[in-house]
């Protein structure tokens, strides 16, 4: 019975020459993770134990950089908050504009290809050009929006130097970045079965009706996947306030990851922002748990409730 | 998606500079042994044909690094003792690249250090004293250029820079206004200085801001604009009797009432003058932002700008001016410099100060020297005509009376102190809570008072390294 048994299992495994291509193939993607992703990931948990400067050895100094962080470092509560306020705001604005563009596009417009293409350049530019581009955009005594508001007879916003206007003002560039999420969306759309869509409308559903009970339903893996990743990425955001704002004005553009990247390498405190970005890590992972906990309740599944 | 790759390049930098310190000793033991320096002191040999090597760090591209090490080229050919290479490592990754090699054991013998590094290093005995370079030595540097650390010099400024005020001549002659004063003795005081710019601020119906009907919301020209960086700051809160530390730097001054004022009056310029545009310590572009943008008549910055942007401008039309910093009760400009050091680790001390030495005399910086962005160090070119002549009657620079007045005369004169990092530690991190702390002064949200008195033992902290 046994060797029956096992004969035919480690033949699967390991003698079978496609397994052995599968496992070869996997070496060099194996070696970039554990190199690049898991053994840093250890050293930085290592790193985040000592008072490192990268000046002197490092001298274990147990969790003090974590007791500092959270009891006297005048920065990190402001930075915890704006983050998650900026990130909230991206996500939301960037789900509702590029689930919006791409139902759009989705439709037999006129030069559509043109218009799906003019929707993701956005996303494809290179960052400070377009950090750079927006500043002007926004200067607060001269900038373009100013000029406008000016001559419709408005008082000025300050925009970036205006500490309750500048979250709000960089998620809308952030949400204007968001071609990627529409190319997603469009995808998502165009498998939507019309046969739904024609059924609904013999019915006679009206198209807000159907766009709630039929495309958002359908829609639901591929929002919860855009969600998760605009969700993920928006709360590691760093460019525009290196490009912009230098975490100002105040702290209210002092993103987590920004912080980080000051006591690293500016301040050279390399365990405390090691310990840092461990309390980063632990945000995206307790975000993203929530959001897979939380899937279960409202992602539509065709195939019936099990996964 | 962009941003989400950053922490993953932190992450990997982490890891590259944890796996550079494995390395890296065995790297340096290995060296040390098998070194032929100390093969050289072990035997004395022949010095003709064993030159003591010693390695030169400079931040810049690999093209600069090539000039530089053309000029050590010609040190290496003066003399038959010392041979000289540079290392030119770009200016983002200067800093972390040289942490990395302390790390190592391997830093190079000399380098140039950024301001805020010096005392930091120091007192992580990382730097030797070099008070001993200039002895004997017909000129020395400006006193105000020698960084001090617990009384020694561990290092001099590899160049000058002092604070100016930069004007728009055009703008001043359109509204038949005097020029701000190039002579030190004529300095204007604050409250000359801010009618001054009222005269020069213009809203769109040419009105100005003591007039009735002027619209703040519609100003088309400002009058001035003083730089709110916080190291720049730090000038105010001296000229009015405060700072932002005691003179030993062991004290933070900045929560006095002396200090809080000098930075509410420097708010108040866009906030209750109307005469400034707004701020808020965002960027390090002052000059451009506003007189070579050409909407502000008056704006502080540093020397460098005449070499890093005026001299473009000026080529294209415009007309600028230099002249004195305006005062609050003392006049008081600042000193800057980045540092040139002799590392520690290094077992070449001496040769490493006589390279420094040869190589910090102006002749072999004259580049950057003659095109503005550089002043010189050693007191020579202040003080004696033919050397000053030498340096500025170039077409780079403004009329010859004017800058030596407003620079020469007033770099080496007793209103020029030493920014805070030529004495005192922790300066990067206390700038940046700061300026933090600040923010929201600027568009007058809070007043200076409340926001430094609210902060003042964080500040306290950040000065002291425990943040």
């Known amino acids: ?307 | 998606m962009k941003t989400g790759k950053k922490l993953g390049v932190g992450l990997i930098a982490a890891a590259l500079a944890m796996s550079a310190i494995g390395c890296a000793n065995n790297g340096g033991n290995g060296g040390n042994t098998a070194s032929p320096e100390s093969n050289a002191t072990n035997t004395p040999a022949d010095t003709k044909t064993e030159k003591v090597k010693i390695t030169y760090s400079m931040w810049g591209s690999a093209a600069e690094g090539s000039t530089t090490q053309a000029v050590a080229d010609k040190f290496n050919a003066s003399q038959d003792r010392i041979e000289v290479e540079v290392q030119a490592i770009p200016w983002e990754n200067y800093m972390t690249k040289l942490n990395t090699l302390a790390t190592a054991g391997q830093l190079p013998d000399t380098g140039m250090l950024q301001e805020g590094g010096v005392i930091q290093w120091s007192s992580e005995g990382m730097l030797n004293d070099v008070s001993a370079m200039y002895e004997g030595s017909d000129s020395k540097p400006l006193d105000s250029l020698a960084y001090k650390h617990q009384g020694n010099t561990v290092a001099y400024a590899a160049a000058n820079e002092i604070l100016l005020l930069y004007y728009n001549k055009d703008m001043f002659d359109k509204a038949n206004v005097p020029y701000p004063p190039a002579a030190l003795d004529q300095a204007w005081t604050w409250d000359e200085f801010v009618a001054t710019s009222k005269k020069l601020t213009i809203d769109k119906n040419g009105k100005h801001p003591d007039e009735d009907g002027f619209d703040s919301q519609s100003i088309v020209q400002y009058g001035a604009s003083i730089e709110n960086l916080s190291w720049q700051l730090e000038a105010w809160t001296l000229s009015n009797g405060g700072g932002f530390y005691s003179e030993d730097g062991t004290e933070v001054r900045i929560g006095e009432d002396a200090s809080v004022e000098a930075i509410q009056r420097v708010a108040d310029l866009y906030l209750k003058d109307h005469v400034a545009p707004l701020s808020v310590g965002q960027t390090d572009d002052g000059i451009q932002r506003t007189i070579i943008a050409g909407t502000v008549a008056m704006a502080t910055n540093g020397q460098w700008n005449i070499g890093t942007s005026l001299n473009t401008a000026k080529e294209e039309g415009l007309k600028y001016g230099v002249a004195v910093l305006p005062y609050l009760k003392d006049k008081v400009t600042l000193n800057t410099g980045g540092a040139n050091v002799v590392f520690s680790q290094s077992k070449h001390p001496e040769e490493a100060m006589e390279w420094l030495k040869w190589y910090t005399s102006e002749e072999n910086n004259w580049a950057l020297i003659s095109s503005g962005i550089w002043m010189p160090t050693l007191d020579k070119w202040y003080t004696d005509e033919t050397f000053t002549r030498k340096w500025v009657e170039n077409p780079n620079f403004p009329p010859y009376e004017e800058y030596k007045s407003a620079v020469v005369d007033y770099a080496q004169s007793d209103a020029a102190r030493p920014a805070a990092w030529f004495y005192t530690n922790y300066t990067t991190d206390f700038n940046t809570l700061l300026g933090s702390v600040l923010g929201d002064v600027w568009t007058g949200k809070t007043t200076a008072k409340e926001a430094i008195s609210k902060n003042l033992d964080a500040l306290k902290a950040a000065h002291a390294g425990n943040k």
Request: aromatic letters at 16%; hydrophobic letters at 50%; one cysteine or more.
């Open chain 1, 1 to 307: 019975m046994e060797t029956v048994n096992k004969l035919p299992k480690r033949r699967s495994r390991f003698h079978s020459s496609e397994a052995r291509v599968a496992y070869i193939c996997l070496i060099p993607a194996f070696f970039g993770l554990v190199f690049l992703t898991y053994l840093p990931l250890l050293g930085v948990l290592g790193i985040s134990l000592t008072n490192w400067t990268g000046l002197k050895p490092p001298e274990f100094i147990g969790i003090e950089n974590y007791i500092k962080l959270f009891t006297t470092d005048p920065y990190i509560k402001d930075s915890i908050i704006t983050t998650i306020y900026f990130a909230v705001l991206s996500v939301i604005g960037s789900m509702i504009y590029s689930l919006f563009i791409a139902m759009m596009l989705n439709r037999k417009i006129p030069a559509r290809s043109f218009f799906r293409a003019v929707f993701y350049i956005p996303y494809v530019l290179p960052a400070v050009a377009i950090y750079v581009g927006w500043s002007w955009l926004y200067e607060g005594n001269f900038g373009f929006f100013n000029y406008l508001l000016s001559e419709i007879g408005l008082n000025k916003i300050l925009f970036i130097a205006d500490s309750s206007f500048v979250v709000p003002s960089l998620s809308l560039i952030s949400v204007w970045l968001a071609g990627n999420l529409i190319v997603i969306f469009l995808a998502g759309l165009q498998n939507v079965p019309n046969v739904y869509h024609e059924a609904a409308e013999m019915d006679g559903a009206n198209s807000w009706q159907r766009f709630l009970h039929i495309t958002l339903p359908c829609m639901t893996p591929i929002i919860f996947y855009n969600l998760l990743m605009s969700l993920i990425a928006n709360l590691q955001v760093v460019t525009p306030a290196l490009a912009l704002t230098n975490g100002g004005p105040g702290n209210s553009t002092r993103f987590l990851t920004y912080l980080m990247y000051d006591q690293a390498f500016v301040n050279y405190k390399l365990g405390y922002a090691c310990a840092t970005t461990l309390i980063i890590f632990a945000i995206l992972a307790g975000f993203t748990l929530v959001l897979f906990k939380t899937s279960n309740r409202w992602i539509y599944n065709e195939g019936g409730e099990d996964k």
